[in-house]
């Protein structure tokens, strides 16, 4: 199923939440919603789900105007951070809880609901345990339990609002993997929130980055990670490092000296410099570069991160160099990032 | 310096590396000795002076098996209806914000606060059949004081507090959340009600029903002026105990509460067996 969100606003007294997003996604496809806490990544989730109602715009499900359903009418399912498990019910209860308050024309015979049940327990790999009560099992298995649930209504969109929140790292990558070779073998349509960008980057087919109730950019997780369209995602996605920059006659400056990257497209004008620590070539001599004293070393895993003062001490940067590299000892490092982008200064 | 190893024995006595069990353990025996079991088992030792025969012959008695009947019957009633209507009121205070809600919430606890005499003779004012309900109710005839009814009356009055306040702490509790995926899987909000927060409410309703029940069973003040007291009819257990106390029969009374002892322990064992099952599944 499609879904189309259009122009969508939503306040909470007053406060904007989400201003005006408008988002389009594909049938089957696994869409990241991704941003910091605040961002409105939930909100759109909920209003997708028919949880709140848009205080402006319209959201489409294939050609139909799902804005005016209701949550029970949508037919969605929607997996909660906390599992929201019903707890006085057995798993196989649980699970078959949305066929079972069907109207009875539309409800399945008891022995449907079990056979049911006990599949959708095998595809979520917790087969025998039918029986058991949601507090005898452990946070991954109720999550489990949780997504079996919402797919046992056979829904348009399957919605999950950090999902692997609540779960300790290690459950969390497992469930990552599985989800995907869920969503791969069922092919529903599915949006997950998520403020872990790692999660991301690895799970989705798209990332919708998103920031102060606006989305900021829309991509694979290549695009997102490789050309990121504002300062914000820069910053929030994977590494990077910042230097005020000044734009003049198509070169970028710092200082007075030109660092030897050439900026055509961009106006004169106060600028900042965005580049991943690792995208860097190291220079022997230095006819446009960045050169900088090291101020701090140390050792983060297979590499080595290099703080350098820049200009005197008055910036300092962060670069990332072989373990071994004779560089992470010199006092002098005159370096130019590969992969860089120029973003005029923001006036306000 | 090397640390001495622990003590011998000491895992045994100590569940908690916390200090206070010992202590907290010895306490809470000698308080419940001294202020339930001593007095209690001193109304064993003194009904046992009866002998067998004597004994069975005032359990078997109609009119003590009546006033038993009447005793149990009007408060497990009563203690019914608490659960269906203190679950509403505690539900309507929990979820609504409207005016005098406060109000309303303080005065849930007023049985509490009250006389029970005070309740009782308010009550036989209001329902006599020339008080203000009861003329209303007399041309259906009902007749609600100096009934069993009365007594129902009398002691839905004096337990709702204890179902409201034992249901209310576990509505706040409930997680918006599980609404919501109720919803999200297509239940109504009557489905959702009645098969999704009612059953989770299962506990905690079953012990307002066991405080509700135990507190009608024992209750005599308010009871007393409503009911009439007519043998066979609607006298209950604790006045009769009363009677026989003043007409000097000790035997007879202590008897009487031995027999009203068990049974009250009996029903609140069971009770909470039921409890402790529903809450081993689910708490």
Sequence with gaps: ?348 | MTTAPAKAGWRFRQPSVIPGFGLTLGFSLAYLTLIILIPLSGLVWRSASLGWTDFWAIATDRRTVKALEISFGTAFIAAAVNVVFGTIVAWVLVRYRFPGRRVIDAMVDLPFALPTAVAGIALTTLYSPKGWMGSLLAPLGIKVAYTPLGIVIALIFIGLPFVVRTVQPIIEEIDKEVEEAAATLGANRFQTIFRVLFPGLAPAVITGFALAFARGVGEYGSVIFIAGNLPYISEIAPLLIVIRLEEYDYAAATAIATIMLALSFLMLLIINLIQSRTRKRYG
């Design chain 1, 1 to 348: 199923m499609e879904v189309r969100v259009s122009n969508v606003r939503k306040e909470f007294d007053r406060f904007p939440a989400l201003r005006d997003v408008s988002l389009d996604i594909k049938s089957g496809e696994l869409i990241a919603l991704l941003g910091p806490s605040g961002s409105g990544k939930t909100t759109l989730l909920r209003l997708i789900a028919g949880l709140e109602r848009p205080t402006r715009g319209t959201i489409f499900f294939g050609d139909e105007d799902a804005s005016n359903r209701t949550i029970q009418e949508r037919n969605v399912g929607f997996v909660f951070q906390h599992y929201a498990l019903f707890r006085h019910m057995t798993v196989a209860d649980n699970i078959g809880f949305g066929l079972k308050v069907r109207p009875s024309a539309k409800r399945p015979t008891r022995a449907e609901i079990r056979r049911r049940a006990s599949e959708l327990l095998d595809l979520v790999q917790l087969s025998g345990l039918e029986k058991r009560y949601p507090a005898q099992l452990s946070g991954g298995q109720r999550q489990r339990v949780a997504l079996a649930r919402a797919m046992a209504i056979e829904p348009r969109v399957l919605l999950l609002d950090e999902p692997f929140g609540a779960l300790d790292a290690q459950v969390r990558r497992e469930l990552r993997r599985w989800l995907r070779e869920i969503h791969d073998a069922t092919g529903h349509t599915t949006i997950f929130v998520t403020h872990d960008q790692e999660e991301a980057l690895e799970l989705a087919d798209r990332v919708v980055v998103m920031s102060q109730g606006r989305i900021e950019q829309i991509g694979t997780a290549d695009e997102v990670y490789d050309t990121p369209n504002s300062p914000f995602v820069y910053g929030f996605i994977g590494e990077s490092s910042s230097l005020p920059v000044k734009v003049e006659d198509g070169q970028v400056w710092i200082a007075d000296r030109p660092i030897g990257l050439a900026a055509p497209e961009l106006t004169d004008g106060e600028a900042t410099l965005y580049f991943r620590p690792h995208d860097i070539e190291l220079l022997d001599e230095c006819n446009g570069c960045i050169a900088g004293t090291v101020a701090a070393s140390r050792r983060v895993a297979g590499t080595r991160r290099v703080e350098l003062e820049i200009g005197g001490g008055r910036e300092r940067v962060e670069i990332e160099l072989p373990v071994g590299h004779p560089a992470a000892q010199k006092s002098r490092v005159a370096f130019r990032p590969k992969r860089w982008k120029v973003f005029p200064k923001v006036v306000e």
